[in-house]
């Protein structure tokens, strides 16, 4: 599931490939540790691959501006470390297996391991944003508290008289979109970007971060094990609510009966996981949320609107389009 970028030309896909591979660069020399078993905690999930989405999108935002220099490099790693920590404590809080294709941490390990090392690696990434200024730790600490009330937020039900697909679409802009905008936003301020600009790319960041979870909950549902890297039916499995299920709950149809009683019991036990997966997967809530997905990637597309034309627009655009049809 790579995203592609089918409008960049060779001389910007050559500039974006050398940025992230500095940045690779300075997140292993950052992250290396005297202590043999740390060094190979810490490069754990780094080293099981991965997208590299957001240091992507913070050196595709400096395209706006001057371009890649030493400071976008270290925000786009800061970004990359704060995402990898919240990685390691994710998969604690959803007993996974498997990212990426590789055993994960706390199954390598143990829980208490991968919990540290997800500290440390915060630690790493807040290092890093210290040397870019108080702005940048300001912006760095904002986006820490959002992105944590957002995961709080995604383990608990939308309040009493509250529309769920309006809360859950709230705990998306915090839980996943508001790092994306810092990506985007940090790639556009170290580049010399206005103003103006940097708020432009924060706006975009987070609407593409909202389509980006939309679309990976798709294709939670939709893909096998194999596809997926990891276990699929994660989100059910966990009693998480994305925006198929809310609708699928929503429905007054007789024959939804079935999946509902499923969706609203405990599904760790694998036959009754496989049977909802099954139901949700031929049920019209599945296609009304993929389109909701895309209206939301269209969202960020807007976003984009007073941009001069460019290269570096048209590949933000064309970003956009890949985010949401990943799960078509």
């Known amino acids: ?41 810490n490069v754990h999930l780094l080293r099981a691959g991965g997208k590299r989405f957001r240091p992507m999108l913070t050196i595709l935002a400096a395209e706006l501006g001057d371009g890649v220099n030493d400071d976008v490099v270290t925000a786009a790693a800061a970004v990359e470390l704060t995402h990898l920590a919240s990685l390691y404590h994710d998969d604690v809080m959803d007993e996974a297996a498997l990212r990426r294709g590789t055993p994960t941490a706390n199954t390598a390990y143990d829980n208490s391991t ?85 708020e432009t790319m924060r706006v975009y960041g987070e609407r593409l971060g909202m389509a980006f979870q939309l679309a990976d909950d798709l294709i939670d549902i939709e893909s096998s094990a194999e596809e997926l890297g990891k276990t699929p039916g994660t989100d059910l499995r966990e009693g998480k609510r994305t925006l198929a299920v809310l609708h699928a709950l ?42 909701e997905t895309r209206a939301v990637g269209e969202q960020a597309q807007d976003a984009l609107a007073g941009l001069p034309d460019s290269e570096a627009k048209t590949a933000l655009l064309a970003l956009a389009t890949s985010v949401t049809h990943r799960a078509s």
Do not use: N, W
Request: charged residues 25%.
């Open 250 to 291: 929503a429905s007054t149809a007789p024959e939804d009966a079935r999946l509902q009683e499923l969706l609203r019991s405990d599904l760790s036990g694998d036959a009754d996981l496989a049977e909802a997966l099954g139901l949700l997967r031929a049920h019209p809530a599945l296609a009304q949320a993929r389109d």
């Open 114 to 198: 991968a919990i540290l090392v997800g500290d440390l690696l915060f630690g790493h990434a807040s290092a890093l944003v210290s040397e870019l200024g108080p702005e940048a730790v300001r912006i760095q600490a904002e986006t820490f508290i959002r992105l944590c009330t957002g995961q709080i937020r995604d383990d608990r039900q939308a309040p009493e008289g509250e529309d769920a697909s309006a809360y859950y679409l709230r705990v998306l802009r915090d839980k996943t979109g508001v790092l994306i905008a810092t990506a985007a936003r940090y790639g556009a301020m170290f580049s010399g970007c206005s103003s103006d600009v940097v």
């Open 1 to 41: 599931m790579t995203l592609a970028l089918p409008e960049v030309s060779a001389g910007l896909q050559e500039r974006l490939t050398a940025g992230l591979a500095r940045v690779e660069a300075l997140i292993e020399e950052r992250i290396d540790h005297e202590d043999p078993f740390i060094a190979e905690a």
